[in-house]
């Protein structure tokens, strides 16, 4: 029961909230008569008019965001070095980089594909992973978001419920569907594809951090496909019209 109520803390903590505001706002946009289809979400914000002001803020939303990554490598810290146990390590370098590469590949180019077709049958929402402008500091501050998003996701979905769950005796792919429910459900803003898109990415992770019992990648992918998401936006919306 205690361990129970600490899963349930942590996900409070971390991507509850993510997980439902996004419920809530898909009942509210689907509520509304341009629907799903005719409705946009933006990722990345912009949060003041002044610019120094806006950094700050982008920084500092990031940085906060990791803090439940380090309460949960602080709680897994009392069974010994969460990070071997993980297989969060950097080594082997050129291991974890090409095995992240293929992951980010092999979910991204589909990814795409479904994204767009949710577009076409109004099943997701536009998604504009940019608005901060040219400003020097966009793209160092897109990828510090991204380098973010990557730590929290799969530190906390991945990495603390896998070795979690499997203390409290669920079965193999029953920790994959549990991990790749959560991970979609806080995705239901973007939408139904959004959510689908998610949890096949959930699927793909988990069973590839089963098979190989390593963190490092699944960081190295999803880094690369939020670094190609909101840079590859803010760089291509300046000269293609419809985005």
Known sequence: ???????????????????????????????????????????????????????????????????????????????????????????????????????????GIPGLALYFAARQLGLSAQVITSNLGTNWWTVPVLLFSALGAALLEEVVVVGYFFERLQKLRRSKWATIFISSAVRGSYHLYQGFGGFVGNFAMGIAFGWAYRKFGKLTPLVVAHFILDAVSFVGYAWAKSFIAWL
């Open 1 to 107: 029961m205690k361990l129970k109520l600490e899963i349930a803390i942590v996900f409070a903590l971390s991507l509850g909230k993510s997980a439902t505001y996004s419920v809530v706002s898909l009942i509210a946009v689907l509520s509304t008569p341009k629907g799903l289809g005719g409705s946009s979400v933006t990722i990345n914000q912009t949060l003041s008019d002044q610019p120094w002001l806006d950094v700050t803020y982008q920084l500092l939303g990031t940085a906060f965001s990791l803090v439940p990554v380090a309460l949960c490598l602080f709680l897994l810290s009392a069974d010994g070095n969460p990070f071997t146990k993980m297989g969060f390590e950097a080594r082997p370098v050129y291991s974890n980089l090409w095995q992240g590469f293929a992951l980010a590949a092999a979910i």
